[in-house]
């Protein structure tokens, strides 16, 4: 599987009140004025209310609706893995908090005490590149003793020479879990990075890209770059990936008399929906002299909200059939899987209003025919959200017609999804989940291979027929555990959590631009509701009501990122 949201680790978390940091409150509150009116009723339909929110539409707003319904025919949304903005755009020009004058005030890392300074970062605890890997013809295996005493702050990757590190070469993995996410941030200080990771300084490392090392980077400078752009749950890729569809987290019932509760995490204090893991008390007390451990970081909140990584309900899944059951399923008693979810999607909105759209899911047939979990072309079960709803079940006329396999590889004879834009066969809506060895995912996947892979699906997409009216937003599940300079606003429950890339790539977008827009990922979910007049989902309608309930502006819709006639 690859994928360490499966890890049963251990952690504790921030607290509530919020650093005094000028930028934040600018992000936060940058429209005040509008803002303060925004108090969603969560009944209205799209078209009767703003894009933030309750209130009628402006002029303004009634003549954007109109032009993005006029010129947007094709939305492509291509999901890439774990990387926080700052990992691999740090010293993007134009952006707010350009890594080189990030002061150290803002980059120092606490202990786990939260309040000392770490003299230095601590060692990579398993090593940068724990598995020896050939390069351009170089060796690399860095092993956890091979860089040492860091000073406290970001630094870029290098080899044990000191070269910077290649973009081509799989690093080990990071911790990125719901509850270490939120205490890493520490209430947007983002200052516990190191204390609660398992990779020690790692996370606090970044690449020197420029547009002559990351086609992504190039496509970023010509056309829309968005550098306040979160992602929309705490933690990991699958709460993430359920967010992308769905906006809201899955609920386990009965969690509490089910063999699953096992894997209930245990939190500090007596409220369910607390935000720190309790400390074991065998935990290393420094960062410098190991990872954390804790009582019980598990798959879910006390409350019965599954968080962390689960299996899904059908094949493919990394949880194989009953003996005896039925094939199409994973073994409904293994407390792993997640039974089957009913609350609506952004796919069921669409469908109920009679647009057509699709997921293309990378070595989808491959995984259902094969089942070699690892192999190549890597398959991550737990990537392929829609997998995980009773609408989409085996046999359903929804997942025959819009789970789609994605094929293999680069080019339209084996990649459908390449194939279907060469011959402009693309719905309305799209979304593309690469297969894992080309999604960036460090531990499994290397940067290059991921930024080759999507530059080349943009590059067919330019040259499509379809080009002249699509719009492609490119961005990541969530931030792989990579420290990143810039709080989060303070949303929900679930989120946002921490900056990740997002670029906007069409005919339509702004050129050569950097939105300093405050988006999470659920503003794809608010852009396509408005392209399309959907209702919008129960779970972007309570972001948008708890974001003014804090006095804040939601979300944007990343109309800020377009420029039309």
């Known amino acids: 599987m690859n994928e360490n949201d499966l890890n049963d680790p251990n952690l504790p978390a921030a607290s509530d009140d919020t650093p005094d940091d000028p930028e934040r409150r600018r992000v936060l509150t940058g429209i005040a004025a509008v803002g303060m009116g925004v108090i969603l009723s969560g009944c209205q339909t799209a078209e009767q209310t703003s894009t933030n929110g309750g209130g009628p539409r402006s002029a303004a707003d009634l003549r954007l609706d109109a032009a993005l319904r006029d010129q947007v025919r094709n939305i492509v949304v291509i999901y890439a893995e774990n990387r926080s903005f700052a990992n691999l755009y740090g010293n993007f020009p134009g952006t707010l908090h350009p890594l080189d004058t990030v002061p150290a005030a803002r980059s120092t890392q606490l202990d786990r005490d939260g309040k000392t300074p770490l003299a230095q970062l601590p060692k990579f605890w398993g090593g940068l590149v724990p598995q020896a890997q050939e390069v351009d013809g170089k060796r690399y295996a860095i092993a956890e003793g091979d860089i040492t005493g860091l000073r406290n702050g970001p630094f870029h990757l290098t080899d044990a020479q000191g070269a910077p590190l290649p973009n081509g070469v799989i690093t080990r993995d990071l911790w990125h879990r719901f509850y270490q996410n939120q205490m890493q941030i520490n209430a947007g200080r983002n200052d516990q990075f190191v204390a609660w990771a398992d990779s020690g300084g790692l996370v606090m490392g970044h690449y020197r890209n420029s547009a002559e090392t990351l086609r992504l980077w190039n496509l970023a400078r010509q056309y829309t770059l968005c550098d ?79 968080v962390n990584t689960m299996a899904p309900p059908y094949q493919p899944s990394f949880v194989r059939p009953a003996a005896g059951g039925n094939p199409l399923l994973a073994n409904p008693a293994d407390p792993k899987v997640l039974p089957p979810q009913t609350y609506a999607t952004i796919g069921d909105r669409l469908s109920a209003k009679g647009v057509d759209w699709a997921w293309y899911s990378g070595a989808w047939q491959y995984a259902l025919d094969h089942r070699d979990m690892g192999a190549v072309p890597d398959f991550q079960y737990h990537h392929q959200p829609f997998n995980y709803f009773a609408n989409y079940a085996p046999g359903t006329d929804a ?9 293999v590889g680069e080019d339209a004879s084996t990649n459908r999804l390449i194939a279907d834009i060469d011959a402009g066969r693309l719905p309305a809506v799209t979304f593309y989940k690469p297969q894992g060895n080309l999604n960036m995912h460090a531990g499994y996947a290397d940067v290059e291979s991921g930024d080759r892979h999507i530059a080349n699906v943009i590059d067919h997409l330019q040259r499509g027929p379809q080009w002249a009216n699509t719009v492609v937003i490119v961005t990541h599940d969530e931030n792989g555990g990579w420290w990143d300079p810039v709080a989060p606003p303070k949303g929900d429950r679930w989120g946002p959590g921490s900056r990740i890339p997002a670029l906007v790539i069409s005919p339509l977008a702004k050129k050569g631009y950097v939105d300093h ?8 979910l608010r852009l396509i509701t408005r392209v399309h007049g959907l209702a919008p989902l129960d779970g972007v309608l309570a972001r948008d009501r708890a974001f003014a309930q804090n006095g804040q502006v939601p979300p944007g819709d990343m109309t800020g990122s377009l420029d039309l006639a």
């Open 399 to 407: 997942r025959r017609r819009y789970l789609r396999d994605g094929g």
């Open 517 to 524: 827009t405050l988006y999470d990922t659920n503003s794809i």
């Open 228 to 306: 306040h752009f979160f992602m929309a749950a705490f933690g990991g890729s699958w709460l993430n990936h359920i967010f992308l569809i769905s906006a809201q987290a899955p609920l386990y019932p009965d969690l509490l008399k089910s063999p699953a509760k096992r894997f209930v995490s245990v939190v500090e204090g007596d409220d369910p929906t607390g935000t720190r893991l309790k400390v074991a008390t065998d935990s290393p007390a420094s960062a410098i002299d190991g990872p954390p451990k804790f009582i019980n970081d598990g798959l879910f909140t006390p409350d019965g909200y599954a």
